[in-house]
């Protein structure tokens, strides 16, 4: 059966520090990969999709960066984190071509 | 613009009583509609996916219902149990491309004893 993988499960950061955060798929080959923010009150946000290693499309223009440096791996960046970046981070897959897509446990980040 | 609203907010019932959420959609074109359930800092999980023919569709004590002419769609909870408490979160496919997800803010739901 498909796993997925998040961590950390929380982080607290300082402003203009970097970030890092992972995102693992198992179970399954070339699969679609997201990632999502949540803010409090609000629906999810989809920030970056991936359909294969190497290929990441940006859906709004932030902080932060994306990269897919193996095919069942996700990476969500900052160089400098803003207090803004502070929210619930989601890590999703999908089959290709399958619009299900599956959660992971996701990453709470306060940036202080 | 596509977007999806739902109502209410927040709700509060009593354990064993049933309750009703309702999301409304402007997403066109439109693929399916799913709601899913999402735990206190947890991630979504998905409860029931329905194309633009199907008008209902049941998951044990969940049934969701879906109006393609009105753009309408409910979730409603028979007989709740404390672990009903949680978001409940309306998703719209927007058929355009990739799968895009338009999501709802969700409503939270506490169940009481």
């Known amino acids: 059966s498909q796993t997925i993988h998040q961590w950390p499960a929380t982080l607290v950061q300082p402003v203009g520090s970097p970030l890092s955060l992972e995102c693992t798929v198992e179970?399954?080959?070339?699969?679609?990969l997201y990632w999502y923010r949540q803010a409090a009150g609000r629906g999810l946000q989809l920030l970056f999709y991936?359909?294969?290693?190497?290929?990441i499309s940006s859906e709004v223009p932030q902080n932060l960066s994306a990269s897919r440096p193996q095919d069942r791996q996700f990476i969500l960046s900052s160089k400098k984190l803003l207090l803004s970046d502070s929210g619930f981070y989601l890590c999703?897959?999908?089959?290709?071509?399958?619009?299900?897509?599956?959660f992971g446990p996701g990453t709470r980040l306060l940036v202080l | 613009k596509n977007q999806v609203e739902q109502s209410p907010q927040s709700l509060i019932i009593l354990e064993g009583k049933n309750c009703t959420l309702q999301?409304?959609?402007?997403?066109?074109?439109?693929?399916?509609l799913r709601w899913y359930k999402q735990d206190t800092g947890r991630g979504p999980v998905s409860l029931t996916i329905m194309t633009f023919s199907e008008n209902t569709k049941s998951n044990g004590r969940y049934t969701a219902t879906l109006d393609a002419d009105t753009k309408q769609s409910s979730l409603h909870i028979t007989a709740s149990q404390l672990s009903d408490s949680a978001s409940y979160i309306c998703v719209v496919i927007h058929s355009g491309g990739y799968n895009k997800l338009i999501f709802g803010a969700g409503t939270r739901l506490a169940v009481h004893p």
């Open positions: 179970g399954t080959s070339n699969p679609n």
């Open positions: 999703a897959w999908s089959d290709s071509g399958v619009e299900t897509q599956y």
């Open positions: 991936s359909v294969g290693i190497g290929q």
């Open positions: 999301c409304n959609y402007t997403v066109s074109p439109f693929s399916n």
